[in-house]
T-cell receptor, first 116, second 109 residues
Framework: SAVISQKPSRDICQRGTSLTIQCQVD?????MFWYRQQPGQSLTLIAT?????????ESGFVIDKFPISRPNLTFSTLTVSNMSPEDSSIYLC?????????????FGSGTRLTVV | TQLLEQSPQFLSIQEGENLTVYCNSS?????LQWYRQEPGEGPVLLVT?????EVKKLKRLTFQFGDARKDSSLHITAAQTGDTGLYLC?????????FGAGTILRVKS
């Protein structure tokens, strides 16, 4: 399965600023996803990062707040813009397997964001 | 509305006990996956079930997929302290993975 490197692993940011999270995969993957997770809770899908086109956002998430880039098949970034304390969470990127989506998705280790 | 209802949300048991976690939905999924997550890490796949009625065993863990492919269960036999973690069921909905609420399992020695 793919190996994901996600950076930074954690950050403490001032409200009103923006943070860009990077997700690097060691192989080419078709689908990349960004999730948000409160500690000890489940994952909520933010958006699907599409290579060569705009990301597809889930209900409740908008591009102005969470702009996403996907310049190639191995890399994506998620920016959390104009942060407020409510954005404090764990953000994870994930990739689907190339050949058969019935197999497991691989996740990065996550970025723990605290907004003060 | 949660597509996948997972229960219980929290489970605290003694080492050696058995437990079952349930994942239910009104929707049919093409596959259902179980993940385990430890603090500071991303979820790691335990198993994928694809066929209705399927049963898969992974050492002390037994996974079942309902005949109608709407529900699944995870049964752990003789739990160990190393089983402690967050267990998540996830259904493949189109090409998106939708997660249940998760079960925090704590196994005490």
């Amino acid at each position: 399965s793919a190996v994901i490197s996600q950076k930074p692993s954690r950050d403490i940011c001032q409200r009103g600023t923006s943070l860009t999270i990077q997700c690097q995969v060691d192989s080419q993957v078709t689908m990349m996803f960004w999730y948000r997770q409160q500690p000890g809770q489940s994952l909520t899908l933010i958006a699907t990062a599409n290579q060569g086109s705009e990301a597809t956002y889930e209900s409740g998430f908008v591009i102005d707040k969470f702009p996403i880039s996907r310049p190639n098949l191995t890399f994506s970034t998620l920016t959390v813009s104009n942060m407020s304390p409510e954005d404090s969470s764990i953000y994870l990127c994930s990739v689907s397997p190339l050949s058969d989506t019935a197999y497991g998705y691989t996740f990065g280790s996550g970025t723990r964001l605290t907004v003060v | 509305t949660q597509l996948l209802e997972q229960s219980p949300q929290f489970l605290s048991i003694q080492e050696g006990e058995n437990l079952t976690v349930y994942c239910n939905s009104s929707s049919v999924f093409s596959s259902l996956q179980w993940y385990r997550q430890e603090p500071g890490e991303g979820p790691v796949l335990l198993v994928t079930v694809v066929t209705g009625g399927e049963v898969k065993k992974l050492k002390r863990l037994t996974f079942q997929f309902g005949d109608a492919r709407k529900d699944s269960s995870l049964h752990i036999t003789a739990a160990q302290t190393g089983d402690t973690g967050l267990y998540l069921c996830a259904g493949l909905y189109g090409n998106k993975l939708v997660f249940g609420a998760g079960t925090i399992l704590r196994v005490k020695s």
